[in-house]
């Protein structure tokens, strides 16, 4: 009886949210989020959290964890930990400038540098996966206004469906939400990639973005 009503409560939630919500356009979405991105990631210092998760047939695989402490453009610390089954892998990153001024460890004690790459992640590759535009079949732009610990924020949505691209009877989707404060600042996107009939997610990514909490200055491993 509990679980039932928790779940229609569950579902009165959901449908308030989305009563709540307006149709917007493509423009307003994409310069919004243009103007957060740009205004946001210069406002230092700030932590940024970055937690993507992985799914095979609906179960979770491997969970990537990357903690950013930004101190100044090009100075920042990074922690990077990969769970996958019963292992945790981890990587460290001190960058303290540009040309030549980054440091890699994979225990944060033993150190390499100072380089000018980019520090392997925890499995040791630093490769970056690179898919090319598609364009959707369907998509639609919202947004809602709302209070969030007492303070008004906008949650911008963007929910897209494509042809999938290795079975052509399957679709596939691609959800964004975005909750953004009255500077026009991010708290947080999360983005969720899955496909359709039945409804499965295969990915999802939370970034957020932390003013309020300290940290160490970066400065160089020794």
């Known amino acids: 009886m509990k679980f039932a009503l928790y779940i229609l409560l569950t579902f009165a939630m959901a449908m308030t949210v989305i009563a709540q919500a307006k149709p917007t356009t493509a423009a307003d979405y994409e310069g919004t989020l243009q103007y957060a991105v740009r205004e946001t990631n210069a406002a230092f210092p700030f932590i940024f959290t970055v937690v993507t998760k992985r799914y095979e047939l609906g179960k979770l695989v491997s969970t990537q964890t990357d903690i950013a402490e930004r101190q100044a453009q090009g100075i920042e610390r990074e922690t990077t930990l990969l769970k996958k089954?019963?292992?945790?892998?981890?990587?460290?990153?001190?960058?303290?400038?540009?040309?030549?001024?980054?440091?890699?460890?994979?225990?944060?004690?033993?150190?390499?540098?100072?380089?000018?790459?980019v520090c392997p992640g925890p499995t040791g590759s630093n490769l970056t996966m690179l898919y090319g535009a598609r364009d959707p079949m369907k998509i639609e732009y919202s947004v809602m206004e709302k209070d969030l610990n007492g303070k008004p924020v906008k949650v911008y949505r963007k929910y897209a469906v494509y042809l999938a691209q290795s079975d052509k009877d399957k679709y596939e989707y691609e959800e964004e939400i975005a909750t953004i404060d009255d500077r026009g600042f991010f708290i947080s996107v999360v983005n969720t990639e899955g496909t359709l009939a039945p409804k499965t997610i295969t990915l999802t990514r939370s970034q957020t973005w932390d003013f309020a909490t300290k940290f160490k200055p970066v400065v160089a491993p020794k």
């Open 85 to 117: 089954g019963q292992k945790t892998l981890y990587s460290y990153s001190i960058q303290v400038g540009f040309d030549n001024q980054t440091y890699c460890s994979s225990d944060g004690k033993v150190w390499k540098g100072p380089q000018q790459y």
